[in-house]
């Protein structure tokens, strides 16, 4: 089985004031947020990424040059196996605020919509704009199709980067984690954080969520992976001696 590295965009103008930007063009990584990206893509630079994925927004597309740029340029030996570095799709932008965007939060949560979206999101459809159970069908969708491309094309252990936002990592890891979209709220996905999902043959499991530090060589694949040596994806019964250090 492939994994899929979901890492948040790094802090923002908008967020550092308070703003829900949403698809508003021109809103890059302020200097916390570059920060951010840095320390993302060094935790990430002992991991060969057979893809970079990333959403089309400026600090999304900022955040993954981070990462490439500390990615090793010999991280597949075998010439047949080239890396996509780097893949915009769309299916992974941020959620289609519509009449919210480019406002601030402390005015939203005086609408009323604003407690939906807080304990009943699969019921919101934010004005002149998309559904939160939209957003999280086109999310799932993007990274199970980029998951099972990457496994068939790099083999099982493959890893790959996903560069996204908040509330899209949020309804993904949900999905994985079986959640209905209405307790997705109770995650959390903080700027250029890192959360961690291994779609297995019988389920998903989610090893990391919302990391902002240490070591991550761990995801790197031994090196018959990408061979195609086969790796399970079934839960060890105990719990097993977890990773090697």
Request: charged share 20%.
């Amino acid at each position: 089985m492939a994994t899929v590295i979901l890492v948040r965009h790094g802090r923002t103008t908008a967020n550092a004031s308070g703003l829900l930007a949403g698809r508003t063009p021109g809103v890059f990584l302020d200097e916390t947020g570059r920060s951010q990206a840095a320390t993302a893509g060094a935790r990430l630079a002992s991991v060969p990424l057979a893809r970079l994925v990333t959403s089309p927004l400026e600090r999304c597309i900022e955040t993954a040059a981070a990462i490439r740029a500390q990615q090793p340029t010999d991280a597949y030996s075998d010439p047949h196996l080239q890396p996509a570095l780097e893949v915009i799709d769309d299916s992974i932008t941020e959620c289609g605020y519509g009449a919210w965007q480019n406002r601030k939060l402390a005015e939203l949560a005086k609408e009323e919509l604003w407690a939906t979206v807080q304990t009943q999101p699969s019921a919101v459809t934010f004005p002149e704009g998309e559904s939160m159970a939209t957003m999280q069908a086109r999310a799932v969708a993007a990274i199970r199709g980029h998951d099972a491309e990457v496994e068939r094309e790099f083999g099982p252990g493959a890893a790959w980067v996903a560069v996204s936002h908040g509330d899209i990592i949020k309804s993904v890891l949900a999905d994985a984690l079986g959640m209905h979209l209405d307790l997705f709220q109770r995650l959390a996905v903080g700027p250029a954080s890192i959360s961690i999902i291994s779609y297995g043959r019988a389920r998903p499991s989610v090893p990391v969520i919302n990391s902002d530090a240490g070591d991550l060589s761990w995801l790197a694949p031994p090196p018959t992976s990408a061979a195609g040596a086969p790796h399970s994806g079934d839960a060890t019964v105990g719990g097993g001696a977890g990773r090697a250090a």
